[in-house]
């Protein structure tokens, strides 16, 4: 039972450009959403939030913008730089004490 | 501030055989995770402590894996004994205030297991 998913592996972009990266998810508890990001050989790390109360949330060239009624949530990557190239999971929980669901994880690769 | 470490980095076994990972979360947090990641999966929660009691350990397989945190610090996890879907990167994580998945979880480098 996947209650997050990330449809897509695999995503690559040219430097300069945006990058969006998709998530969904199936389960309408989840209140709080989260992105990660991981570079081989090192452990995620918290990248930007957003709680369900808002649809959008912004720091600086990171954006993750939440769509409840498609329970779909993505995040916006502008300009993208070639640091930026790593995986990038979504992860869901609901408030008030409960566990992470990550999603399968993108791997996002910006060229030069 | 140091961050979470673990050890071994990498570790290969043979099934059957036993195998233990170790975690040293961020001084002063109070929460400490264990999750499992396969290779194209998301990390997958085993178990969490706060302090030295374990809050979930629904998605433990307890016939096989155990995890202790003594003294609220320190925790090892160990597979006794392993099978070859134990093949993973085992990754601890720390947050400083009582459990929430609201709270920004710390995460270590892992352990990549695999197993023969």
């Known amino acids: 039972d996947q209650q997050v998913k990330q449809n897509s592996p695999s995503l690559s972009v040219q430097e300069g450009r945006i990058s969006i990266l998709n998530c969904d998810y199936t389960?309408?508890?989840?209140?709080?959403f989260l992105w990660y990001k991981k570079y081989p050989a090192e452990g995620p790390t918290f990248l930007i939030s957003?709680?369900?109360?808002?649809d959008k949330n912004e720091d600086g060239r990171f954006t993750v913008f939440l769509n409840k009624s498609a329970k779909h949530l993505s995040l916006h990557i502008v300009p993208s730089q070639p640091g930026d190239s790593a995986v990038y999971f979504c992860?869901?929980?609901?408030?008030?004490?409960?566990?992470?669901?990550f999603g399968q994880g993108t791997e996002l690769s910006v060229k030069p | 501030e140091a961050g979470v470490a673990q050890s071994p980095r990498y570790k290969i076994i043979e099934k059957r055989q036993s195998v233990a990972f170790w975690c040293n979360p961020i001084?002063?947090?109070?929460?400490l995770y264990w999750y499992q990641q396969i290779l194209g999966q998301g990390p997958k929660l085993l178990i969490q402590f706060q302090n030295n009691g374990v809050v979930d350990d629904s998605q433990l397989p307890k016939d096989r894996f155990s995890a202790e945190r003594l003294k609220g610090v320190d925790s090892t996890l160990k597979i006794q004994p392993a099978k070859l879907e134990d093949s993973a990167v085992y990754l601890c994580?720390?947050?400083?205030?009582?459990?929430?998945?609201?709270?920004?979880?710390?995460f270590g480098p892992g352990t990549r297991l695999l197993v023969l």
């Open positions: 001084s002063g947090h109070a929460t």
């Open positions: 957003i709680s369900s109360i808002k």
């Open positions: 992860a869901a929980t609901k408030n008030q004490g409960g566990k992470l669901i």
């Open positions: 389960n309408s508890m989840f209140d709080y």
């Open positions: 994580a720390s947050s400083l205030a009582p459990g929430g998945g609201q709270e920004t979880q710390y």
